[in-house]
């Protein structure tokens, strides 16, 4: 009836004022959701000049925090810490002996991650590093197939590849043993696999539950994924880094070159720390509470590392991933060399890593020369000429994607683990990343950096501000919008 009223130039423009005003009432949301001033005038920049793909943006993707679900997880998490409360202690018990006897200056980092009250601490770990994809997924399932009483893990990419095919047909083998196998897997990073992967799953009386079903879309935003890469075998052995599951981590054909990235092995009494991980977030989403005295046996403590396991996700406003690397960052004496593929660094982080360099500090960090996202890699890319200004080194790996999330810290203390450094993983999803303090572990770090900067491009600073406008102009466009990525 209304298009007999009216003409169609003035149905558009009708339709344009209601798409504008909607973007507009969302404003209040915005302001109401205490978030950071860059990030809060990135979306009302966004809802105010683009109407309607603003609001559908925000509505998905700015909603950064839960509210209910919020409640149920740490609830969660509360249920399942009441029941491990004796193996923390004996844990936390054993790591304070240890922290005794470490070097003062080490201390202090450990020391924020217990008083973030995110994770414990444990002595006496064995860790084994993998910076070859091929040795990686070699280790990930041998150690499925020798399961004999349990396998938990827990995902947020798995391809619908042979790669994934081969992890599901070990999962099933397994539990066709007796062996208690259960998969979470991200409800968004997996949305493409089809129904028909998980069949055998189930025939095979796999437990399977997904991280909060896209179902609820119109409820909870897209942001709030499980990022996490955890795989935990018989309570001994735990594999925690930045490799998901597919093709692209193992491959070595010349058309696909194998993406780099970080797997560490951990045995010791640090594995009951991401058994823990685990099983808060499979009662989050499944409502199983049950905890069997196998899934913790007693753990040799016959290993030189120190291992925190910090967990960070939006239902906790400690953001403790985010600290961590902020502490390791402005606590460094000697070098602070990082690995990420996404860096679109907060205020407080870029201003860590300068004042690091003015102090002496060895600054260097190795980051994608092509990205599979590409508005996040532009908008990293606006930070170089700051940092390079401030004596930072850059190098951009040029073989294939890097996908490592490593930092290494003066001569004992590596972090690893699936947190990027971006808003998305401070702040919108769920983590897991490990401090470890061991002069082996260092070493290979220290190595597998040396061997990735070899066949990286070093970034000149002076070439750098001589590249084409075009370019800085498509940056800093994509920086306007980082506080958001």
């Known amino acids: 009836m209304l298009a007999g009223w009216l003409s169609e130039s003035e149905l558009w423009l009708w339709a344009f004022l209601t798409i504008e005003l909607f973007g507009l009432l969302l404003v209040p949301a915005v302001l109401l959701s205490h978030r950071e001033p860059p990030a809060a005038i990135a979306w009302i920049l966004a809802l105010v000049f683009l109407p309607g793909v ?169 942001n709030l994924r499980t990022h996490r890469k955890i795989l935990v075998v018989d309570g001994k052995t735990a594999f925690a880094g930045g490799l998901n599951i597919g093709n692209e981590y193992v491959a070595d054909s010349p058309k696909e070159p194998m993406w780099r990235d970080t797997l560490l092995r951990i045995q010791g009494p640090a594995v009951a720390s991401l058994t823990t991980v685990f099983l808060q977030d499979w009662y989050f989403m499944s409502g199983a509470s049950e905890v069997s005295p196998s899934f913790f046996p007693e753990a040799p403590r016959d290993g030189s590392a120190v291992v925190a396991v910090v967990p960070s996700g939006p239902d906790n406003a400690a953001e403790a991933v985010h600290r961590v690397f902020f502490a390791a960052i402005v606590g460094a004496r000697r070098r602070i060399w990082i690995t990420t593929p996404y860096f679109v660094p907060d205020r407080s982080l870029l201003v860590a890593l300068e004042t690091a360099a003015k102090r002496g500090v060895d600054v260097q960090m190795i980051l994608p020369f092509r990205s599979n996202h590409r508005v996040t890699h532009k908008a990293g890319r606006s930070f170089y000429a700051e940092l390079l200004d401030y004596g930072i080194s850059l190098f951009e790996f040029e073989p294939s994607m890097i996908h490592c999330k490593t930092m290494l810290v003066d001569d004992h203390l590596g972090l690893v683990g699936s947190a990027n450094m971006d808003t998305r993983s401070f702040r919108l999803n769920f983590e897991v990343h490990t401090l470890v303090h061991d002069l082996s572990l260092a070493k290979e770090l220290a190595l597998a950096f040396e061997k990735d900067r070899a066949v990286a491009r070093r970034i000149d600073a002076a070439e750098w501000r001589a590249r084409p406008w075009p370019s800085r102009v498509a940056e800093g466009s994509a920086r306007l919008i980082s506080p958001i990525l």
């Not at 043993?177 to 095979?204: H, I, Q, T």
Request: aromatic share 8%.
């Open 54 to 222: 603003g609001s559908m943006l925000f509505l998905l993707h700015g909603r950064d925090r839960m509210r209910w679900p919020a409640r149920r997880k740490r609830a969660a998490d509360a249920v399942v810490s009441t029941r491990l409360q004796a193996a923390r202690g004996r844990a936390l018990a054993h790591s304070e002996d240890q922290l005794a006897g470490m070097d003062p200056e080490d201390k202090p980092i450990f020391q924020v991650c217990r008083a973030l009250g995110a994770t414990e601490l444990s002595a006496g770990n064995r860790v084994a590093m993998f910076a070859d994809g091929r040795l990686a997924w070699d280790a990930v399932q041998k150690a499925i197939e020798s399961a004999t009483s349990s396998v938990f893990a827990e995902y947020y990419l798995i391809q619908d590849d042979q790669t994934g095919a081969r992890f599901r047909e070990h999962l099933v083998r397994a539990a066709e043993r007796g062996v208690e196998v259960r998969l979470l897997v991200d409800a968004y990073g997996c949305f493409w696999l089809p129904s028909a992967w998980f069949r055998p799953l189930k025939r095979a009386q796999v437990k399977v539950a997904q991280f909060l079903p896209l179902r609820l879309a119109l409820r909870l935003p897209m």
